[in-house]
């Protein structure tokens, strides 16, 4: 059984940072990790993706200050968020595929919130 847990969501004031984490159990490795987001009245959105550990992508509107990484020997998927901002704010989610099993799994979810 996959699980994707979450970790790191707060508050931060505009220009901080914040580094989220997302654990994986169940399976062997991370390939292909991203991160989407949804504020409120809005659709989910993706922020950045990684495929096997160096094909980084992301959102132009976080190019620049959002990195992803994944640690493998870890299991785990990170996005740190450098010079936040107000419109950042959003519940933030992991996404994995897996593909042993061809379908993705996702975190929780964590809420951010960046204050002006």
């Known amino acids: 059984q996959v699980q994707l847990m979450e970790s790191g969501g707060g508050l931060a004031p505009a220009g901080g940072s914040l580094r989220l984490s997302c654990k994986a159990s169940?399976?062997?490795?991370?390939?292909?990790a991203a991160w989407y987001r949804q504020a409120p009245g809005k659709e989910r959105e993706l922020v950045a993706s990684?495929?096997?550990?160096?094909?980084?992508n992301y959102a132009h509107s976080v190019k620049g200050r959002f990195t992803i990484s994944t640690d493998r020997a870890e299991n785990t998927a990170y996005l740190q968020m450098n010079n936040l901002k107000p419109e950042d704010t959003a519940v933030y989610y992991c996404?994995?595929?897996?593909?042993?099993?061809?379908?993705?799994?996702w975190g929780q979810g964590t809420q951010v919130t960046v204050s002006s």
């Open positions: 996404n994995v595929f897996v593909p042993t099993e061809r379908r993705d799994y």
């Open positions: 169940g399976i062997i490795t991370i390939t292909l």
């Open positions: 990684i495929l096997g550990g160096s094909d980084e």
